[in-house]
């Protein structure tokens, strides 16, 4: 499976942006998939996941209520939209896949990675 994270840039603090993650090449309506972010010198965490079918999603507790995962397994995609934005934000952000389907949030239950997209959030 091919994951390719697209939708970051750069937004003001309290601003909104939508991450994409189109799949390709495997069965992504089977997969679990999730986000993870990566800020310079730091390691990569936990973001948020969903289940095969998006019935369950899983979001690191600090992050809750200003991001929401979705997935369109009709499209192949997940999304992540995320809401009033602040310079903690500003990361790498990266999609993940497993073949399997149940949720996990740790970055070894994952086998598939994206390449990676850059948010700066600005003060």
């Known amino acids: 499976v091919q994951l390719q994270a697209s939708g970051g840039g750069l937004v003001q603090a309290g601003g909104s942006l939508r991450l994409s993650c189109a799949a390709s090449?495997?069965?992504?309506?089977?997969?679990?998939l999730a986000w993870f972010r990566q800020a310079a010198g730091k390691d990569r965490e936990f973001v948020a996941a969903?289940?095969?079918?998006?019935?369950?999603?899983y979001y690191e507790e600090s992050l809750k209520g200003r991001f929401t995962l979705s997935r369109d397994n009709a499209k192949n995609t997940l999304y992540l939209q995320m809401n009033s934005l602040k310079p903690d934000d500003t990361a790498v952000y990266y999609c993940?896949?497993?073949?399997?389907?149940?949720?996990?949030?740790?970055?070894?239950?994952?086998?598939?990675w994206g390449q990676g997209t850059l948010v700066t959030v600005s003060s």
């Open positions: 969903i289940n095969w079918s998006g019935g369950s999603t």
């Open positions: 993940a896949g497993s073949r399997w389907s149940s949720i996990r949030r740790a970055r070894d239950d994952y086998e598939y």
């Open positions: 090449g495997g069965s992504f309506g089977n997969y679990r």
